[in-house]
Nanobody
Framework: QVQLVESGGGLVQAGGSLRLSCAAS????????MGWFRQPPGKEREFVAA????????DYADSVKGRFTIARDNAKNTVYLQMNSLKAEDTAVYYC????????????????WGQGTQVTVSS
């Protein structure tokens, strides 16, 4: 079993930055593929970014390419999402996800989820 705890959300003005963190426990973190998803109000959960267990491979949603960066620190059992140039449409609950096999852009395929952290971008 894997426990994921997100932090770093909050209220920020458009154009600002936030860094989300997701701390993992319960399984060897370095063997897990990690991802970030978000769920805007009244909408489905959507893919944001993912990173392979080694950090050598990443993927991003088109809507965040060039603005968001996913990174991991296997020594700290933590994955990060650096969010720059935030827009009002980035407002959502952001979730961390982990998987033992690979990373996916479909939310339903991931093994483990955190509880989420709210990000609100004011325009």
């Amino acid at each position: 079993q894997v426990q994921l705890v997100e932090s770093g959300g909050g209220l920020v003005q458009a154009g600002g930055s936030l860094r989300l963190s997701c701390a993992a426990s319960g399984r060897t973190f370095s063997s897990l593929h990690m991802g970030w998803f978000r769920q805007p109000p009244g909408k489905e959960r959507e893919f944001v970014a993912a990173i392979s267990w080694s950090g050598s491979s990443t993927d991003y949603a088109d809507s965040v390419k060039g603005r968001f960066t996913i990174a991991r620190d296997n020594a700290k059992n933590t994955v990060y999402l650096q969010m720059n140039s935030l827009k009002a449409e980035d407002t959502a609950v952001y979730y961390c996800a982990a998987d033992r096999i690979r990373y996916y852009t479909l939310a339903g395929l991931w093994d483990y989820w955190g509880q989420g952290t709210q990000v609100t971008v004011s325009s």
